[in-house]
């Protein structure tokens, strides 16, 4: 059943690549707006945005400008000044905001990071030999909401994580 307006939307999905949208894009079930923009934006918004459903859920798909944090702010205050009901927000990538995986582990295209928070590489100070990061809390960019918090708990267990790995294999195999 197509939303009533914006604020039946939940979900956002942001993307700093055309790449990564074009990817993301194919997974959308359903576009509500292929014959016009039924939802708009609130004035003054600069996004584009791609309405549309993935199973049940109402996902708001939207490109970042480019690339890099300016961009990526701007971009998500006027999404949420569009769209105030979002619960939840996703940002796609292709990993270039994790700067070090564990010891003897790699990070490859494709793979799934999930984070608790998210760490500022570029507010601090650069000595010889090391970049310090600013600690204060009014540097901390906050933490994710307590349902969130509890999703990605829940994630680290391997009873969930073989769910999940079992869930993508089926839907990998659809694609």
């Known amino acids: 059943v197509r939303p009533a307006s914006r604020d039946d939307f939940g979900i956002a999905i942001v993307c700093a690549l055309p790449l990564e949208y ?17 939802y708009g ?14 199973g049940d859920s109402n996902i708001v798909l939207v490109l970042l400008s480019g ?3 300016v961009s990526a702010a701007g971009s998500s205050a006027s999404l949420r000044f569009s769209y105030p009901r979002l619960k939840l927000i996703l940002l796609t990538g292709i990993c270039g905001g994790v700067p070090h ?5 790699e990070l490859l295209l494709g793979d799934v990071v ?56 089926i839907h990998l195999q659809k694609i």
């Open 22 to 38: 074009d990817a993301v894009s194919l997974l959308i079930d359903e576009f509500w707006d292929e014959e016009c923009d039924y």
């Open 41 to 54: 934006k609130a004035d003054g918004d600069p996004n584009e945005y791609a309405t549309g459903r993935m």
């Open 67 to 69: 690339m890099g944090k």
């Open 101 to 105: 995986p564990k010891p003897k582990e």
């Open 114 to 169: 999930l984070s608790k928070g998210v760490r500022q590489y570029d507010l601090g100070r650069q000595y010889p030999g090391e970049f310090v990061v600013k600690e204060t809390v009014e540097d901390s960019l906050g933490r994710a909401p307590k349902h969130i918090r509890n999703l990605l708990a829940i994630c680290e267990t391997n009873l969930s994580r073989g769910r999940l790995e079992r869930a993508a294999a």
